[in-house]
């Protein structure tokens, strides 16, 4: 009899904060409910951490165009991501699935504090870990937190779910009627090719340590459960 026990496949999801307010400004609680719905559904597979954005409440960069101080927008928005954070833990637990919010920035009435031993923890028991308060520090996207909480974690794979498009293509595809979807592409070729995939220094951080990425489309229902599962949907990025 085989001592071992075949260990889950640990996956970071990225979030857009746009997913969560459905192209407005705020949650929708329909849309939040679907993708916590999406995400109970593959608990069976796969261990799950979640990082998610705040466009749906505050962009750090746009405000700091129209003249705020860009640490104090940078700031702003962190506390957006905590408020998306919570309405997904909501749904998560409504759906049957126990889950913690972890915040880079200490409040802890609402969230725990980003321990990462703690993190892995909560994963091993099978609950989901969902990062608030992006990096904790103005000038990091989620995109890079999403690779930089990968790593720390020791997840299998970064998930990054986009709205609106299914994964990379060869060029805009909403501009360029003949460009194409890439299946599968190294991180240095997408560099040559100028491909933009996720934020510059994410993309270097995921390169760098040999983190892979799958780039995918949040529609049509149910991709997002196949994907946690281990589903070739999108576009897999690797050194």
């Known amino acids: 009899m085989s001592e071992t026990v075949a260990r889950k496949r640990r996956v970071l999801l990225k979030l857009s904060g746009e997913a969560f307010g459905g192209g407005t400004l705020g949650v929708n609680p329909d849309v939040v409910s679907q993708i916590a719905r999406e995400i109970a559904a593959a608990m069976e597979s796969a261990e799950v951490a979640v990082v998610v954005g705040g466009g749906n409440f505050f962009r750090g960069a746009e405000l700091s165009q129209r003249g705020m101080d860009r640490s104090r927008a940078d700031y702003m928005g962190m506390l957006g991501t905590v408020m998306n954070a919570l309405a997904l833990q909501d749904f998560l637990e409504q759906a049957g699935v126990s889950s913690r919010v972890q915040s880079a920035i200490t409040m802890t009435q609402v969230a725990e504090t980003y321990i990462p031993l703690r993190a892995v923890r909560h994963l091993e028991k099978g609950r989901v870990v969902i990062f608030g308060a992006g990096a904790g520090l103005p000038y990091f996207s989620t995109d890079t937190v999403a690779a930089q909480r990968a790593l720390e ?18 060029a805009d595809p909403n501009q360029d009627p003949d460009a194409t979807l890439i299946s599968e592409i190294s991180y240095n070729d997408a560099l040559v090719r100028g491909l933009k995939v996720v934020d510059s220094t994410a993309f270097s951080l995921c390169m760098d340590n040999g983190m892979p990425m799958r780039v995918f489309g949040m529609e049509p229902a149910g991709n997002v459960t196949e994907a946690l599962r281990g589903a070739k949907l999108g576009t897999l990025v690797h050194r």
């Not at 974690?153 to 060869?170: Q, S």
């Open 153 to 170: 974690i020791r997840a299998d794979e970064v998930l990054v779910a986009k709205n609106g498009v299914d994964g990379v293509y060869t």
